[in-house]
């Protein structure tokens, strides 16, 4: 991945974060600590890693930040707005700008790769003809192109991997969580992926990508948030 690190937004002006994580704990029953006092922010079109070995707390932090769980203690605020106060209705709003590639994909194996893609676009009733044409786009970024008829679930691991992360950004979100986006690939996917996702940050997306592969943050201008056993590590600041 190329260092862009002159595009990384700089942090000390007094811009309010798209992203506040103020001393997040969460804890599943019986005791399981997942994450304790976490706190981080990410500014509006912002790239950022979340890194760590597996079990570290990553995958909770980015299901917390779409809401798909609740932090045991702390606050978490999305373009200002604090998650745990939402009623079901801002909620589903909240979640149409938020695009999220998940680990374990959560396709639907019966149904063409077009129609998952094309999911959140239909949710904002977006015209048929521009449909048709943001799911050909990515899916000749990703090099997939010939797959847009075939059913999710005859893909391969590395291939349905591709198509969650073409429907997690299908739309241009506000924001894009990606959870161990390049596990499943080979480097010149990888790259593709990688390649990708920098696209969506030069138009404006903020991006938190979730990650123990170090090959794709190395070197980079972005900044990265160390998770250990479900604490803050260390935070490492564009450049370092």
Do not use: W
């Not at 073409?166 to 593709?192: F, H, I, K, M």
């Not at 990688?194 to 938190?208: C, E, H, R, W, Y």
């Not at 056993?229 to 600041?237: I, K, P, S, T």
């Amino acid at each position: 991945m190329q260092d862009n690190s002159a595009a990384t937004p700089s942090h000390a002006d007094d811009t309010p974060p798209l992203v506040e994580v103020v001393k997040v704990t969460k804890i599943y029953p019986p005791d399981v600590v997942a994450l304790r006092n976490v706190s981080l922010s990410a500014q509006k079109g912002e790239l950022i890693f979340l890194t760590g070995p597996s079990g570290a707390g990553k995958t909770t932090l980015l299901k917390l930040l779409c809401r798909q769980e609740i932090p045991t203690k702390g606050l978490i605020e999305i373009g200002g707005s604090e998650l745990s106060t939402l009623s079901s209705g801002d909620i589903q709003k909240l979640r149409q700008n938020i695009g999220v590639a998940y680990q374990d994909f959560k396709l639907l194996p019966k149904l063409s790769v077009f129609q998952n893609i094309a999911m959140p676009l239909e949710v904002q009733f977006r015209n048929p003809r521009e449909i048709r044409a943001r799911v050909t786009e990515l899916l000749a970024k990703l090099g997939l192109g010939e797959k847009i008829n075939k059913p999710a679930g005859k893909l391969s691991r590395g291939e349905q991997q591709r198509v969650a992360i073409a429907r997690a950004a299908a739309n241009t979100p506000q924001l894009l969580l990606a959870d161990e986006p390049t596990g499943n690939l080979d480097a010149v996917s990888t790259r593709l992926v990688m390649d990708l996702f920098l696209v969506l940050n030069s138009s404006g997306s903020t991006i938190i990508i979730a990650t123990h592969d170090e090959a794709i943050y190395q070197g980079t201008g972005y900044r990265k948030f160390e998770l250990q056993q479900g604490e803050l590590a260390a935070v490492h600041d564009s450049g370092t």
